[in-house]
């Protein structure tokens, strides 16, 4: 298959041995610009066919027909793939074999779920000639009434929320807390299902050697998917080779792989040539995860004092009719906020919906919404500054485990966010503020917060006799800088310039480094990295420090630091020698080198470890007709040690701007009669564009933490979203008078 162009090294902007904590700029952007990046689909290998979904038309039944013999007729069509004739899998697609696998259709029987089931696959020579035969199945259908909404199911307790989280948690009395409160409020929001529409589709091109496939293909976990391939297909993880280099979005949806790449795959078995499909925007709605949607209920209690005596929050969610994820809202309330009493409770209902997934913030970007907008609800209801209420009820330790935090630098992110926004002086009361054109103003604030994780992964790292050297591992990059912000730690961790590194990453020949999810990326690639490195350094000081002939002689392993190419003793910087000389005078043409990163369970049982910020929003409101423009946003975020501060930036406005659109834009609308989307589509689906974005500010406040992990990183991919959605909202009631409890707030819901 064809080359694929990756990031070359630029010494723009570097400095020996200090590659971390420089702006540079991505790596791999002057390739995306110029179209040299090779994303799955631009992936062409001679005799390629094209293949084409045909997706169910309603929400819950049986396929009674399809005109297969119509598209077969079609002069370019070559194959169609129906339940008849589809290969026969190794493993039943519904079974259940750990968290990150998710019950696939895959044409095995006739059974619909849910609206845009895959329920054939035409293959042909051109895609115009696949989409045709698609459209010429025709299919009929035996309907059932579909079951839509949260008001039409069973409500019942899940095993568990998230990836493994209990679906309840509690710590003192909250019905005691709140009967013994001076004041008490209960409210009740609801958060829309929302779809991930990472701007790449969920492609695949797959292609047999027998029983070994090679697939391109955009995935956010390589060994993830290479695992549950190999058990779908029975064939070894090892015999998949998949490549995935860029990735236009994942956002969580591309965290394990979606049953249309698996059908590619199947495809390109059942015609023994390559085959590669790509859904269409619409085919993206259904089968590759949303955000579930949520109805939550906070109740909480005050002393005069404003003092939180009760925290409650009850969350009611909703999965698929045949698998399990639920949205873990309730995440949040366990970390933010002091209170003799809290209990977290997650119900759910199952509803003839595509199976719902992880989704940027899982659960802290839902909850949060509440959360913050009861906390805005309670000052309003004490008269008390919003900031200061949130400062009144900080948690010096995690409520509920009571643990020490590993940092957390929250109280400066209000303070330097409160002074860079101008928070100082906002009228209490909702509707005072009007500007010269006469819109409202209101300002809102929210605190931002997301768990700081690291998976399991590893890499490997070389230094050659030439001064260079090499990093590699299966590291993902979508869109979030990965390409850079990794190099920087194999420079810096080698000692050598970015000049003089290679980088590999995105293949899954390379060491398993995890998965790019849950904002833990950095923070596991990035330690396998230092650990590989660490582990190539330490080879090397050993070779000159037991040479006499060497000026490092006698200095023993921990008296050397690596930079610039050469060692040199810690306590005396005039006796050092370079990477070269060293290996060549031991004979060696390189060095190599393993290392790994994991969770350490000591550190995480005596210590709760989370990023930190607070957002602060500026809404104007046309009184008249209710149009709503967030005309400022200003973040402060703490996140531990920052690898690239230009990188990490991007990383809260593209948070921040997120959460401008979960709370002004986005909601999936299905029809409750058919269970069928009424915009899965770009043009109905509203996303913010650039007009609809103000002047924003990321601020990067200092935070150092030895405990989190060794190069002392947190995520940041995440976070931005958190505070910013319950901002928005209360800027809007600030500037209004009206609380809108359901997002997105929309111009009708001012308009009483
Ligand atoms: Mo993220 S939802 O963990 O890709």
Not at 612 to 617: E, L, P, S
Request: charged letters at 20%; a negative charge; proline letters at 6%.
């Amino acid at each position: 298959m064809t080359a694929t162009a990756t990031p070359q090294t630029s010494a723009a902007g570097t400095r020996h041995g200090s590659s971390i904590g420089q702006p540079l700029t991505r790596r791999d952007g002057p390739l995306k610009v110029t179209g040299q990046a090779r994303f799955s689909a631009d992936n062409l290998p001679p005799g390629t066919l094209h293949a084409a979904l045909c997706v169910a038309r309603i929400a819950k039944g049986r396929v009674t027909g399809l005109n297969r013999s119509a598209a077969e007729a079609h002069p370019g069509v070559v194959a169609v793939m129906t339940p008849e004739n589809a290969p026969k899998l190794a493993q039943d697609p519904d079974a259940k074999a750990g968290p990150f696998i998710f019950r696939l259709d895959l044409l095995q029987n006739d059974r619909v779920r849910y609206a845009n089931q895959p329920i054939a696959v035409v293959i042909a020579e051109t895609l115009e000639a696949a989409t045709e035969g698609a459209r010429l199945l025709a299919p009929t259908y035996a309907s059932e009434t579909p079951r839509i909404g949260l008001d039409s199911g069973e409500v019942f307790t899940p095993d568990s929320v998230g990836v493994g989280a209990a679906p309840s948690e509690s710590d003192g009395d909250v019905e005691a807390g709140l009967a013994s409160a001076s004041r008490t409020i209960a409210a009740t929001y609801e958060t829309p299902a929302q779809y991930h529409n990472a701007m790449e589709p969920h492609a695949a091109l797959a292609q047999w050697d027998g029983d070994r496939l090679t697939l391109h293909m955009p995935t956010q976990g390589l060994a993830i998917s290479q695992g549950r391939l190999a058990g779908l297909f029975g064939i070894k993880p090892d015999d998949i080779h998949i490549e995935s280099p860029y990735l236009g979005g994942g956002f969580g949806s591309k965290g394990v792989p979606s049953g249309p790449q698996v059908l590619a795959c199947m495809a390109a078995r059942m015609v023994g040539r390559p085959v590669k499909l790509v859904p269409t925007r619409s085919q993206m709605y259904g089968p590759m995860g949303h955000r579930g949607p949520t109805r939550q209920t906070l109740r909480l209690g005050t002393d005069a004092a404003g003092k939180l005596t009760a925290l409650d929050h009850h969350i009611l969610t909703a999965s698929s009719s045949f698998d399990d994820f639920f949205e873990p809202a309730g995440r949040a309330t366990s970390t933010l906020y002091a209170s003799p009493a809290i209990a977290i409770r997650h119900e759910a209902v199952r509803l003839d919906t595509g199976t719902p997934l992880f989704m940027r913030a899982p659960g802290e970007a839902t909850g949060s919404v509440a959360l913050e907008s009861a906390l805005d609800e309670m000052a309003h209801e004490l008269g008390m500054d919003p900031l200061e209420f949130r400062l009144a009820n900080y948690a010096e330790v995690e409520p509920i485990t009571g643990k020490p935090f590993s940092s957390k630098a929250l109280r400066a992110c209000y303070q330097r966010g409160a002074e860079a926004f101008g928070w100082a002086g906002r009228p209490l009361q909702p509707r005072q503020t009007r500007d010269k054109d006469g819109f409202l103003v209101g300002i809102g604030m929210g605190t931002a917060t997301f768990p700081a994780l690291i998976f399991e992964g590893m890499a490997r790292a070389e230094i050659r006799a030439d001064g260079t050297g090499t990093v590699e591992l299966g590291a993902i990059d979508m869109g979030q800088g990965a390409w850079t912000a990794l190099a920087q730690i194999a420079a810096d961790g080698l000692g050598i310039g970015m000049e003089a590194l290679t980088f590999r990453m995105g293949s899954s020949d390379l060491p398993n480094a995890g998965i790019a999810g849950g904002s833990g990326h950095t923070a596991t690639a990035g330690n396998a990295i230092h650990a590989a490195a660490q582990d190539v350094i330490a080879q090397l000081a050993k070779l000159a420090t037991d040479d006499p002939a060497s000026p490092l002689y006698g200095a023993g392993n921990a008296g050397v630091a690596a930079a610039g190419g050469r060692l040199t003793r810690q306590d005396d910087s005039s006796r050092s020698e370079s990477f070269a000389d060293i290996l060549k005078r031991a004979g060696r043409a390189s060095i190599e080198g393993q290392g790994k990163a994991g969770a350490d369970p000591a550190a995480q049982k005596s210590y709760a470890m989370h990023a930190h910020g607070a957002v602060f929003a500026e809404v104007r409101v046309d009184p008249d007709l209710g149009q709503i423009r967030v005309s400022r946003l200003v973040g402060a975020f703490a996140a531990g040690r920052v690898i690239n501060p230009r990188l990490v930036q991007s990383q809260y406005y593209g948070g921040m701007i997120w959460g401008l659109s979960f709370a002004l834009h986005e909601r999936a609308e299905m029809d409750p009669r058919t269970g069928r989307f009424l915009n899965d589509n770009l043009a109905e689906y509203h996303l913010p564009v650039n007009a609809d974005i103000p002047a924003m500010e990321a601020i990067l406040v200092h935070e150092e933490d030895s405990v989190v992990n060794a190069l002392g990183v947190k995520g940041v991919g995440e976070i931005g979203i958190t505070g910013t959605v319950g901002a928005i909202a209360n800027a809007v009631w600030h500037a209004t008078g009206v609380r809108v409890r359901e997002m997105p707030i929309t111009l009708d819901k001012l308009l009483g």
